[in-house]
């Protein structure tokens, strides 16, 4: 913080005693002087310090700032020369940085897991502000979860932290999946051989898109693994003997980040002709650029930018997940470089002997005029600690793993972060000033609305969940909170929503809803399903007066077949069981699989038994026609047991009871036919 002062007259005493500390300040500077001269005669000669950096990967756009501060001369200028290492397949940059090897390496948030286990690295930026890592499939996969991944064969590296915590997060076991070694192709997830992959969405996409064949990945963050992707790193010995290097290398480094940012066509020119080891293609190069400014997100942040918080929750995931020990906290101020430190430029030591001379009359002006305006300070180191209580929080906001949209009191849109703008597909722009029901995906009922303007105008919080639509029309599910924002005296002046993608959650949960009542085999309604069903129509039927039927249908020589021919070939009869009975009925009627080879119908609104004979003789008739398994010809019958509401009972016991009876007369008889229950 700069000191200020205000400029007043000095008391007699201070005046009179000036001379003297003159003259005791002179004979200081020109000391002074006289041991910097050695430094201002060396000024002009350069002395590189040879330093290595490890990639972590073969050369590519990935790494472009490394070779823009190489070839734009920004190690030379801060007295480095500079290695760029590439990476051999399957080695790791922390262990080249530990063991010597080189001084700094580029890794990512598994620095944490090195840390938490003693090893000395230093994170100094981090390059990504989101990490590229995701697991993809091809939409044919059928693969639109992590949930599904389950018995899938996936091409992995040695687990990935990240996808560890993935898998932790939403609780599948590490061995739920069948793990293939990496080959670093997507051949084998094309030929069939895996079903997923990881991979870093900067580049194998690439591929895919330009062969037009459709894809998906599953994302970390999507589950609330939001972590720092490539951060550039060193070990505690180097920023301990060579904190001046670290420093240097640092800037230079994030210099030529700037650098290649903004000239993306020419480092891709640079790297076609100096670092194309990967033989890459321009448009491989153009796509990876385009994929990683997204990811370092140069137009919200400086890039490097690293937050001390957001490092202190990614350590803390891994606590809470179970990948690093929670009893030991986790050493965050030795893992972060301490930052910028200020330094004069190279150019300014040439002036150092004038600066030298405005120094001692500075201090002859400060002598007599020697006292601080003391309410000044006060006032100005509050405002200090504000602005920097602002930035805090700019940043968090920013940096938020959610959507935060602030409105006015009518609704208007003042602010989203970037979260909002990358889930929805909107920009800041194209929402400012609209009112957020644009995102609306269904249509709530009018007390919906009433709850949440009750709720928040009486100064409450409210939460619920809305089905919302992004700009592509795709639909998903947002859990929000919403709250109002109050000055200081006490006036209403804007609302703040909080908003959570729970998308992939609301589909896990369809589908555990669906397993539950629903039959794996057949996808029919199961047993549980159906007697809720039955319960519904029955109250149906007695409030409107209208009756409807149950049908019990057992299946005539399927266990001879299952037997015969095995449970392929008897699950294949059964689920092509299931299709044909379905072929039978009407949308509103349901059938259902009760287990075994017993099915169970009901037809809904019936009122006359010729209905109900004609659908029970289209079963019979479809049930007899042959079943092909694997060039095999298999015959089944059926017997069919009919029981009516109302005059075969009014209860759901009375009415199965009386159908299951129906069909055992049947079964004992000729098979292969129905009968009424009465």
């Keep these: 913080m700069k000191r200020r002062f205000l400029i007043a007259p000095c008391p007699a005493k201070s005046c009179s005693s000036f001379p003297s500390i003159l003259f005791g300040i002179i004979p200081l500077a020109a000391f002074f002087l006289l041991l910097l001269r050695p430094a201002l005669l060396l000024a002009g000669t350069t002395v590189l310090t040879p330093v290595t950096l490890q990639l972590k990967w073969k050369h590519q756009f990935q790494f472009a700032g490394y070779y823009a501060a190489v070839e734009k001369g920004y190690y030379r200028d801060a007295g480095l020369m500079v290695t760029l290492r590439e990476a051999a397949q399957g080695s790791d940059p922390v262990d080249?940085?530990?063991?010597?090897?080189?001084?700094?390496?580029?890794?990512?948030?598994?620095?944490?897991?090195m840390r938490a286990e003693g090893k000395p690295v230093v994170a100094l930026a981090a390059i990504l502000q989101h990490s590229p890592l995701g697991i993809l499939s091809l939409n044919a996969n059928n693969i639109k979860n992590v949930h599904d991944l389950a018995g899938k064969r996936v091409m992995l590296e040695p687990m990935p932290a990240e996808v560890m915590a993935l898998f932790r997060a939403e609780a599948v076991p590490d061995d739920a999946i069948r793990v293939v070694p990496h080959e670093f192709s997507l051949e084998k997830l094309l030929n069939g051989e895996v079903d997923a992959a990881s991979v870093y969405s900067t580049t194998e996409p690439y591929q895919l898109e330009k062969r037009?064949?459709?894809?998906?990945?599953i994302y970390p963050e999507r589950s609330g693994i939001d972590f720092y992707g490539d951060t550039l790193f060193t070990r505690q010995e180097v920023v301990q003997k060579q904190p001046e290097v670290v420093r240097q290398f640092r800037d230079a480094s994030l210099r030529g980040w700037k650098y290649a940012l903004e000239h993306q066509d020419e480092m891709i020119d640079l790297i076609l002709k100096r670092y194309n080891t990967g033989r890459l293609t321009r448009g491989q190069l153009a796509y990876?650029?385009?994929?990683?400014?997204?990811?370092?997100?140069?137009?919200?942040?400086?890039?490097?930018?690293?937050?001390?918080?957001?490092?202190?929750?990614?350590?803390?995931?891994?606590?809470?997940?179970g990948i690093i020990p929670a009893s030991k906290p986790f050493p965050l101020e030795s893992f972060l470089h301490a930052g910028e430190?200020?330094?004069?430029?190279?150019?300014?030591?040439?002036?150092?002997?004038?600066?030298?001379?405005?120094?001692?009359?500075?201090?002859?002006?400060?002598?007599?005029?020697?006292?601080?305006?003391?309410?000044?300070?006060?006032?100005?180191?509050?405002?200090?600690?504000?602005?920097?209580?602002?930035?805090?929080?700019?940043?968090?906001?920013?940096?938020?793993?959610?959507?935060?949209?602030?409105?006015?009191?009518?609704?208007?849109?003042?602010?989203?972060?970037?979260?909002?703008?990358e889930?929805?597909?909107?920009?800041?722009?194209?929402?400012?000033?609209?009112?957020?029901?644009?995102?609306?995906?269904?249509?709530?009922?009018?007390?919906?609305?009433?709850?949440?303007?009750?709720?928040?105008?009486?100064?409450?919080?409210?939460?619920?969940?809305?089905?919302?639509?992004?700009?592509?029309?795709?639909?998903?599910?947002?859990?929000?909170?919403?709250?109002?924002?109050?000055?200081?005296?006490?006036?209403?002046?804007?609302?703040?929503?909080?908003?959570?993608?729970?998308?992939?959650?609301?589909?896990?949960?369809?589908?555990?809803?669906?397993?539950?009542?629903?039959?794996?085999?057949?996808?029919?309604?199961?047993?549980?399903l159906f007697f809720d069903r039955i319960g519904q129509a029955l109250a149906h039927a007695k409030r409107n007066q209208t009756g409807f039927a149950?049908?019990?249908?057992?299946?005539?020589?399927?266990?001879?077949?299952?037997?015969?021919?095995?449970?392929?070939?008897?699950?294949?009869?059964?689920?092509?069981?299931?299709?044909?009975?379905?072929?039978?009925?009407?949308?509103?009627?349901?059938?259902?699989?009760?287990?075994?080879?017993?099915?169970?119908?009901?037809?809904?609104?019936?009122?006359?038994?010729?209905?109900?004979?004609?659908?029970?003789?289209?079963?019979?008739?479809?049930?007899?026609?042959?079943?092909?398994?694997?060039?095999?010809?298999?015959?089944?019958?059926?017997?069919?047991?009919?029981?009516?509401?109302?005059?075969?009972?009014?209860?759901?016991?009375?009415?199965?009871?009386?159908?299951?009876?129906?069909?055992?007369?049947?079964?004992?008889?000729?098979?292969?036919?129905?009968?009424?229950?009465?």
């Excluded at 940085?97 to 598994?110: D, P, T, Y």
């Excluded at 037009?212 to 990945?217: E, G």
């Excluded at 305006?373 to 200090?384: F, G, H, I």
Aim: one cysteine or more; charged letters at 20%; proline letters at 3%.
């Design 96 to 113: 080249a940085v530990l063991n010597g090897e080189a001084q700094f390496g580029v890794g990512g948030s598994s620095l944490v897991l």
């Design 423 to 528: 889930l929805t597909g909107y920009t800041a722009e194209e929402v400012a000033g609209q009112n957020p029901r644009i995102l609306r995906g269904s249509i709530l009922p009018p007390e919906f609305y009433d709850d949440l303007w009750r709720t928040i105008l009486a100064g409450g919080l409210w939460h619920g969940e809305f089905l919302n639509k992004k700009k592509n029309e795709e639909l998903f599910w947002e859990h929000a909170t919403i709250a109002p924002i109050w000055d200081t005296q006490g006036e209403l002046t804007n609302f703040i929503a909080i908003k959570e993608d729970i998308t992939e959650r609301k589909m896990l949960q369809e589908k555990l809803n669906h397993m539950a009542h629903h039959d794996e085999l057949t996808g029919l309604p199961n047993r549980a």
């Design 550 to 678: 149950l049908l019990f249908v057992d299946l005539d020589g399927f266990k001879t077949i299952n037997d015969t021919y095995g449970h392929d070939s008897g699950d294949a009869l059964l689920r092509e069981t299931a299709r044909r009975l379905s072929g039978c009925v009407r949308d509103s009627d349901t059938v259902a699989r009760m287990g075994g080879d017993e099915f169970a119908v009901m037809l809904l609104d019936v009122a006359a038994l010729g209905h109900i004979t004609q659908v029970a003789e289209k079963m019979l008739t479809l049930l007899s026609m042959p079943f092909m398994f694997k060039g095999l010809e298999c015959h089944v019958g059926a017997s069919i047991g009919i029981s009516i509401f109302p005059q075969d009972g009014d209860a759901v016991d009375t009415l199965m009871n009386t159908a299951d009876m129906a069909m055992y007369r049947v079964k004992q008889g000729t098979k292969n036919n129905y009968a009424f229950a009465s």
């Design 288 to 321: 990876e650029a385009g994929e990683l400014q997204k990811l370092i997100r140069p137009d919200l942040v400086e890039v490097g930018y690293m937050n001390p918080g957001r490092w202190q929750h990614i350590a803390d995931t891994y606590s809470q997940l």
């Design 212 to 217: 037009r064949i459709a894809y998906s990945i």
């Design 341 to 421: 430190q200020p330094r004069l430029p190279d150019w300014l030591y040439g002036a150092l002997g004038g600066a030298m001379v405005i120094i001692i009359a500075v201090s002859v002006v400060a002598i007599r005029f020697h006292y601080l305006n003391a309410a000044l300070n006060d006032q100005m180191q509050l405002r200090d600690k504000a602005e920097a209580k602002l930035r805090k929080l700019s940043a968090a906001i920013i940096q938020s793993p959610v959507s935060i949209v602030i409105t006015d009191t009518t609704g208007a849109i003042e602010y989203v972060n970037p979260k909002f703008c």
